[in-house]
């Protein structure tokens, strides 16, 4: 297949289309979210781990395999000094989508470079609008540095611009009306989602913790009315809807409640070189082998085949512990 440089579509055994790719480009982070990174999960940078050429190798096979999106995530993708540099290999390759899913906080400082080099899309984690529930659920991060990073994203041009909530009882419930309100006058897609159990916390606090997106949406119509339904890609995770009236959107991500697996069209790779199928499950390849062969581009067609034939029809959504955590993985 490679040698002839044709283009074909990557189809599970479940017939679903796998058309986006998620490359976590560290496993470190500037913040410590709760629900995310475990106190004492320290990560450095691994050995060998991904490097811009492999970035290139990897993104001409999954083109060569139908790719149409590519996400940058982490860790925090920006704390990665060689990011604009894996852009700018994404952008040269004429992939139609790039962005990242960032939480903002040196945003401001990097982005016109990361621009210059192809970023086009981004999505934004702000738990909270309140700077002390932000900085509990963060451990210490400062929510003036998110709504900056939104500023400049408007300022850039980039869109749309979309802000990540998860959901946590007893933290932030009650900034659902704030965090919404931010889309009756901006252009922001405002997204709630559900914690996921990544993180190896015990099941019960998990459990106690969990709140589902209808309660949620519930608490948003309870407020403001009925939600209007809007236009948007069936194949995505988020419902998306309008407050009437408002400039921007709210949208819901149910992956607990209303599992959206046989939809995924994801592969997931981390910076360990490792080639994820599943976010779901603990099933993972180490591709490192691909990387190092001498025709790269070749073999790591053949590991994206074997990844997209195990990849399973339904992840696990119960607690479960779990080997590695969600900041380790790139969500
Ligand atoms: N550091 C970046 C950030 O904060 O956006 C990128 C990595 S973070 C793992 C990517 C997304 O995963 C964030 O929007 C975060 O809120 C979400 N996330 C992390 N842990 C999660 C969990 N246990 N359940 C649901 N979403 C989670």
Known sequence: MCNTGVRVKLIDRYGRLIKDLR??????????????????????????????????????????????????????????????????????????????TTNGLLFKRKARELVAAGLRRINLSM?????????????????????????????????PVKVNAVMIRGMNEEEVIPLATLSLHHPLEVRFLEYMHLDNSNPELY???????????????????????????????????????????????????EPFCSKCSRLRLTADKKLRPCLLTELEMDIAWAFAAPNPVEALV??????????????????????RVMVGIGG
């Open 207 to 257: 459990r106690a913790r969990f709140v589902p997106g209808a309660e949620t949406r519930a608490r948003l119509e309870a407020h403001f009315g009925p939600l209007e339904p809007v236009e948007h890609d069936p194949t995505a995770p988020a419902r998306v809807y309008r407050i009437p009236g408002a400039v921007g959107r709210v949208g819901f991500i149910n992956p607990v409640s």
């Open 23 to 100: 490359i976590s480009v560290t496993p470190r982070c500037n913040l410590h979210c709760l629900y995310c990174h475990p106190l004492g999960y320290e990560q450095a940078e691994p050995p060998g781990s991904l490097g811009v050429e492999d970035v290139r190798h990897f993104l001409q096979a999954m083109q060569m395999l139908g790719l149409e999106s590519v996400r940058f995530t982490g860790g925090e993708p920006l704390v990665r000094k060689e990011l604009p540099q894996m852009i700018a290999v994404a952008a040269e390759l004429g992939i139609p989508d790039i962005a990242i």
């Open 127 to 159: 738990d909270a609008v309140t700077p002390e529930v932000f900085r509990r659920m963060t451990r210490g991060g400062q929510v003036e540095r998110v709504w900056e990073a939104i500023e400049t994203a408007w300022e850039l041009g980039l869109h």
């Open 302 to 323: 053949d590991a994206i085949l074997i990844a997209t034939d195990r990849k399973p029809a339904f992840g696990n959504t119960l607690p479960t512990l779990r080997e």
